[in-house]
């Protein structure tokens, strides 16, 4: 047998499972990422300036590639590691943690920055363990790649021996064995029975006002195409999840929106209408129903997901099917024809005439030439500025809120990535978006107060030339808890409320400019194209700071 390092195993393996780049806070694995430098020189690694960020960026990575990303921590740092694999888990998004663990013979003698971790990542993965021996290396890494990408996509956590995981300098027997059916998402698609297909066309048949909501399932099984040739056979409107939205083009006349909390209005109201639910990969969270008011509880309801588990959790279902979206997509599309669909040309004039109020609605704010800039404004310019090919990366908050209302995705090419609810993630999600779709624009969508989080990644950008192009919504504050904090005042906003949620006035432009980026600052709404335009053709890191409204607030979800 050859004797190789634990390092070469993993070194190889992950070359073998396709990976392209490991987001990193040394010191962790350092011969792991020597033996890449050697013999694996393709594969980037990142070194981030904090551990969130490592964690964000392998998100990212992870959800435009279908791949898994991997983030890596010595021990003192997994804990921040941990913080960060809450985006990917509520997110559904297969990311690989590689940490630092204790050594059996330091143990409970206060080594230096001795902490048991492994519990801290329980409620964060999918599956959480320690690699104690160099010869389990091969079995954990096969196992997590496993988990990671089958059923529902999920974070997996691997504590390595060593504070910075030097049990990689161990030899070994062990083979590098890889199975690269593993390596991208979904592994498997389980299809559907044809009796169970029947029965939700059969639901849908005898529905005079059905609606579909495709969640990040759809996303994930790649099911875009199937989804709209289904929509346009048997003539219903498709809502989406803020995860699902680049599934279905906004621009489609059966396109409802985002719907939800983060929502369109349309699109609730709509949901809200229907007389029969079609969910398709999502998990019907609270997000995606505004906390089951959208549709209302007891709405009849039929679904389709990869994971069982998943049927039926929050809306009794009339029927299901547990199978891969675009496997049970394409089956109904077959199996349709043997069902005769109902006219619903009353339905759907009904909701064209929503369509069509909300977009007379705000039209204004969408066009506004007002000074300080409108964020409607900005989400107008990103629908008709964005290359068909490009991805657009929302952070959380307001900005989630402007871009799943105001906001369209224009070509079944687009993507969109949404933070799950946390903010700061998309600047260092959009960075490994960015590694992953090297040739692909890729647009960050945040606000002063999410930009802050990980401001330092600019310089990651800048070092990795990682020619991300970042949007900041700069109106020096966090607005969306305004409402909140003047609750709280009796209603009354007050200068000591106030300071709850705003900041000082700063230059991101130039601060990105100081960090070796292009900064772009604009203060007009003309400026906004031509900003885009430039960044579009820098071919190089781009902030454009736009100064926007401190006092627009994005319009309320509504139920009906």
């Not at 430098?37 to 490592?54: N, S």
């Not at 040309?345 to 030439?369: M, P």
């Not at 200068?495 to 705003?502: D, G, N, V, Y």
């Not at 130039?510 to 070796?516: D, F, H, Q, S, V």
Request: glycine share 10%; aromatic share 6%.
């Amino acid at each position: 047998m050859t004797r190789r390092t634990g390092a070469r195993v993993v070194a190889d393996m992950l070359d073998g499972y396709g990976v392209t780049h490991v987001f990193l806070v040394p010191a962790i694995l350092r011969r792991t990422l020597a033996e890449l430098e050697l013999h694996h020189p393709h594969i980037e690694r990142v070194v981030t300036h904090g551990e969130k960020a490592a964690a964000y960026m392998a998100d990212g990575y992870a959800r435009v590639s279908g791949r898994p990303g991997i983030a890596a921590a010595q021990v003192v740092g997994a804990l921040n590691l941990a913080a960060g694999l809450r985006e990917p888990f509520l997110a559904g998004s297969p990311v690989i943690a590689l940490t630092g663990g204790r050594s059996p013979a330091t143990k409970f003698r206060q080594v230096y920055q001795e902490i048991d971790d492994l519990p801290a990542f329980e409620p964060v993965t999918k599956f959480n363990a320690t690699v104690d021996d160099a010869g389990r290396f091969p079995d954990m890494l096969r196992h997590a790649f496993r988990v990671a990408t089958t059923g529902s996509p999920g974070p997996v956590h691997l504590q390595i021996q060593g504070n910075e995981g030097q049990l990689d300098t161990d030899e070994t027997d062990a083979e590098p064995l890889v199975e690269p059916a593993f390596a991208t998402v979904p592994p498997v698609r389980p299809a559907p029975d044809d009796q169970s297909v029947t029965a939700v066309l059969q639901l849908l048949a005898a529905s005079a006002q059905p609606v579909i909501v495709a969640g990040g399932g759809v996303r994930w099984s790649g099911a875009g195409a199937e989804l709209v040739a289904l929509a346009e056979a048997l003539q219903i409107p498709v809502a989406t999840s803020a995860n699902g939205k680049d599934t279905f083009p906004g621009t489609h006349p059966l396109s409802l929106g985002v719907v939800g909390t983060y929502s369109r209005e349309c699109a609730n109201h709509a949901v809200a209408r229907a007389d029969l639910v079609c969910f398709i990969g999502t998990q019907t969270g609270s997000m995606t129903t505004h906390f089951w008011a959208v549709p209302p509880e007891g709405t009849p309801a039929v679904q389709i997901d990869i994971e069982p588990s998943h049927l039926g959790r929050n809306y009794p279902l009339r029927a299901s099917v547990a199978a891969d979206a675009r496997a049970a997509l394409a089956r109904m599309l077959t199996l349709a024809a043997r069902e005769p669909q109902p006219g619903r040309s009353a339905w759907l004039a009904e909701v064209e005439r929503v369509r069509a109020d909300w977009r007379s609605r705000y039209r204004e704010v969408l066009t506004s030439d007002a000074v300080p800039i409108r964020p409607e404004r900005i989400a107008a310019e990103l629908t008709s500025g964005l290359p068909r090919d490009a991805v657009l990366v929302a952070d959380t908050g307001h900005a989630g809120m402007w871009m799943a209302q105001f906001h369209d995705v224009t070509s079944p090419d687009q993507g969109y990535l949404r933070s799950a609810g946390h903010l700061g993630w998309a600047f260092s999600a959009g960075v490994g978006a960015k590694c992953a779709a090297p040739d692909r624009p890729v647009v960050v969508f945040t606000g002063d107060a999410g930009l802050y989080y990980h401001l330092g990644e600019i310089e990651t950008a800048v070092r990795r030339r990682v020619n991300l192009i970042t949007v900041v919504n700069n109106n020096h504050g966090g607005n969306q808890s305004k409402r909140g904090f003047d609750r709280a005042y009796d209603g009354r906003p007050t200068e000591q409320s106030r300071e709850l949620w705003t900041y000082e006035e700063v230059d991101f432009a130039r601060i990105a400019a100081e960090m070796g980026a292009l900064g772009l600052r604009v203060d007009k709404p003309g400026e906004l194209a031509p900003a885009l335009d430039r960044a579009l053709s820098a071919g190089r890191p781009v902030v454009i700071d736009v100064h926007t409204d401190i006092g627009v607030v994005a319009p309320p979800p509504v139920s009906f």
